[in-house]
């Protein structure tokens, strides 16, 4: 009897687990949804990419000579749905049986096993860890480190090691990658490839409202594509990458970032390929070690600690908010006004791109939403539509743990919060801002400041003690009562001038 083989639009590998011992009566489905395209307002960049790599995989199993049951969004038969999909294909084909790879989101999952049919959900092997290796390690430990987690992943794959020790003799070259933005930026930035003119028509026709530019259209939608971005930007870029990757510049979008987490992430490249090519241009001498560490540390450690992470914690995860936040997301994080540049310059690359890179991320809008008290489940779905990166499995454990300490600390040792001071030493965003980074209150003081002071007094009860922010409060404790009043009331002011919709 034939078997239906779901292939979901981020499982675009050959080595995907679904696929091995294929058949030749099998019959693999894939499927443009409603669904999928819809439950959250996906930028329309992201819709495309996946739309557009989904009927090139098509192709290519049609060209293995696999059988392919694909459906396109417009098709009028669409059942709207994976399960639908499959249940619409499973009466076409005469068979009760499926076999999937494990969706990286809780609601697939569930979705897949209720589901009247005989399904199989094989483990995705495209990751280091496995799951039961990942609780393993997690057991019994009071913190769930990354960096310990990472170390066991070098041992695992051997990236950077010698004779069991690490290469250089340190884990982790981070305090290497911390300087400021460089006045010349010697990389041009991602190779462009051209869009296919049908899906782009069709996701400008459905899609057309969502937030985010369509065009122009630049993103690798093939494995052969991104590959060629790939030894570009191994070429090219990343002897650099290390010592500027947390630096931001108001007329630089992409700095020395290799931008292939899209490309990982939906399966048109391998995680530990990638690594592998990383770690050789070290060993040729073409790439210093603060670099090659730095980007290997992103993948088999950052990346595989946070998939860990999603499937240790379970589908109530998005919906934690320790910090009991409840402000609505503010317009201007989809595109709205704003005077602070930062924030502007960020959104409108998010718009434009459907990209910010990770201290964009976490220390600009991720720092801002937390220090203003938004409601993480709002700033939760907000990442989940604008990045064409973005797939629950790594973007909930980022923003709900890592970026607004909504899990009570799971991911982090305290919450990443920081003054102006902090954009202001890694980008040029201040020098050109309404605001005075300098000014600690009054009407012309960044918000940052003002936030930053606002959001330690909120929650002093449940950070004083934290070892790693004790010095925050000693120094609060020191200022003139006159000047603590003054903070908190401008905060207070500032932020009933945000809820009220004034552009601030």
């Given at each position: 009897m034939a078997r239906l083989i779901l292939v979901l639009g981020d499982q675009l590998s050959p080595s995907l687990s679904a696929l091995n011992d294929i058949g030749p009566d099998d019959v693999i489905v894939m499927a443009e949804v409603a669904d999928e395209t819809s439950y959250v307002p996906h930028h329309p960049k992201k819709i495309a990419f996946v739309l557009t790599a989904m009927r090139k995989f098509a192709d290519y199993l049609?060209?293995?000579?696999?059988?392919v049951a694909y459906t396109k969004l417009d098709d009028p038969d669409n059942a709207g749905s994976i399960t639908g999909e499959l249940l619409?294909?499973?009466?076409?084909?005469?068979?009760?049986?499926?076999?999937?790879?494990?969706?990286?989101?809780?609601?697939?999952?569930?979705?897949?096993?209720?589901?009247?049919?005989?399904?199989?959900?094989?483990?995705?092997?495209?990751?280091?860890?496995?799951?039961?290796?990942?609780?393993?390690?997690?057991e019994g430990r009071k913190e769930?480190?990354?960096?310990?987690?990472?170390?066991?992943?070098?041992?695992?794959?051997?990236?950077?090691?010698?004779?069991?020790?690490?290469?250089?003799?340190?884990w982790n070259f981070d305090h290497d990658n911390r300087k400021a933005a460089p006045k010349d930026v010697t990389y041009y930035g991602p190779m462009e490839f051209s869009p296919d003119k049908d899906v782009m028509a069709l996701v400008a026709d459905r899609f057309g409202d969502n937030f985010g530019d369509l065009e122009p259209f630049w993103f690798a939608t093939d494995a052969a594509q991104a590959q060629h971005h790939f030894e570009r930007w191994l070429q090219d870029a990343l002897p650099s990458f290390g010592d500027y990757q947390d630096a931001m510049l108001n007329e630089n979008k992409f700095?020395?970032?290799?931008?292939?987490?899209?490309?990982?992430?939906?399966?048109?490249?391998?995680?530990?390929?990638?690594?592998?090519?990383?770690?050789?241009?070290?060993?040729?001498?073409?790439?210093?070690?603060?670099?090659?560490?730095?980007?290997?540390?992103?993948?088999i450690g950052w990346r595989e600690y946070m998939r860990g992470i999603y499937f240790l914690e379970g589908p109530d995860y998005m919906s934690r908010n320790v910090l009991g936040h409840t402000r609505d997301l503010p317009p201007?994080?989809?595109g709205a006004a704003t005077k602070m540049n930062c924030i502007a310059k960020t959104v409108d690359q998010t718009k434009t791109d459907a990209y910010a890179h990770h201290i964009q991320r976490l220390m600009v809008t991720g720092?801002?939403?937390?220090?203003?008290?938004?409601?993480?489940?709002?700033?939760?779905?907000?990442?989940?539509?604008?990045?064409?990166?973005?797939?629950?499995?790594?973007?909930?454990?980022?923003?709900?743990?890592?970026?607004?300490?909504?899990?009570?600390?799971?991911?982090?040792?305290?919450p990443y919060v920081s003054s102006g001071a902090y954009i202001s030493r890694m980008s040029d965003y201040c020098k050109t801002c309404a605001y005075k980074v300098k000014d600690k209150t009054g009407e012309d003081a960044c918000p940052f400041n003002l936030l930053y002071?606002?959001?330690?007094?909120?929650?002093?009860?449940?950070?004083?003690?934290?070892?790693?922010?004790?010095?925050?409060?000693?120094?609060?404790?020191?200022?003139?009562?006159?000047?603590?009043?003054?903070?908190?009331?401008?905060?207070?002011?500032?932020?009933?001038?945000?809820e009220a919709g004034e552009v601030v």
């Open positions: 049609r060209g293995q000579g696999h059988r619409r294909r499973a009466e076409e084909h005469g068979t009760s049986t499926v076999v999937a790879t494990e969706p990286g989101e809780w609601r697939l999952i569930a979705a897949l096993n209720d589901l009247p049919l005989d399904v199989t959900i094989l483990p995705d092997t495209r990751f280091i860890a496995t799951h039961s290796e990942f609780e393993a390690w997690a769930l480190r990354m960096e310990w987690f990472y170390r066991d992943m070098r041992r695992k794959t051997g990236l950077l090691m010698d004779e069991g020790k690490p290469e250089g003799g340190k700095l020395y970032h290799s931008v292939i987490g899209l490309y990982i992430n939906a399966g048109l490249l391998d995680a530990l390929a990638v690594c592998r090519a990383v770690e050789a241009e070290y060993t040729a001498g073409r790439a210093p070690i603060n670099a090659v560490e730095g980007f290997i540390r992103q993948i201007f994080f989809w720092n801002f939403a937390l220090l203003a008290g938004i409601d993480p489940a709002h700033v939760h779905e907000w990442y989940l539509a604008v990045y064409a990166d973005a797939y629950e499995w790594v973007e909930a454990p980022n923003v709900i743990g890592m970026s607004q300490y909504a899990d009570g600390g799971i991911v982090g040792s305290k002071w606002d959001f330690l007094i909120r929650h002093r009860d449940r950070f004083s003690n934290n070892p790693r922010m004790g010095n925050m409060y000693r120094t609060w404790d020191r200022m003139k009562d006159d000047h603590k009043e003054s903070v908190l009331q401008d905060a207070a002011t500032w932020l009933a001038r945000m």
